[in-house]
């Protein structure tokens, strides 16, 4: 069974497609991760993010795994070097990238193929698995996406201001809205669940009533 959770940064899918998949014995797959982890490659090989052909190149000389928590470039782990803020501006030429997202879709198939998954991004349920049991486009209001980003930076001992957090969204948000492959849409058949007010536990327990027998 392959359950996908798509949707726009900040709407709490990292967090809810972990709970479920431990939930469901189920394993997890953040394609976000991956997308990180061949910018932070780029990044370290110099490689000039606005020539594609070059990213192309890049992407043909990496292998990538990943498991619960972890993410490995040709062997190296850099399950913490990928969450940088320089790693997340560098990847909008990577994720716009045609072999880079044909690359990570046939990853992404191929974990799958092993058997259950939650796998949650951008594009899980509108391209890389139409045929998924289960879509979910996980969404929250702008405002509250922030808030709870600015929650999270406080706890990690960064100020940031309300403003500049929703600035950076927006701009992250019109990225993956216009990507000309692989943009975040909705599937036409993914339920549509609006986290606001809601505690991660009401949420996943509205994902498990919604799979299918
Ligand atoms: O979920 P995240 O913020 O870690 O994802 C990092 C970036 O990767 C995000 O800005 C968009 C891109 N991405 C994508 O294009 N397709 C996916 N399936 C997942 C992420």
Redesign the pocket.
Known sequence: MIITIDGP?GAG??TVARQLAQRLGFRFL????M??AVARAAIERKVKLDDQQAVTNLVDDLTIESGEGWIRVNGEDVTNQIRSPEVTSA?RPV?DNRAVRTYLSEQQRLVAAAGNIVTE????GSFVFPDADLKIFLNATPHERARRRKEELEQRGNQVSLNDILEQQNQ?DK??AS?PI?RLVKADDAIEIISDGLEIEEVINRIVALIPK
């Open positions: 940064a899918k990292s953040d394609t976000g991760a997308y990180r990847i994720a991004g951008r594009d899980q992250r990225q993956d990507r692989g």
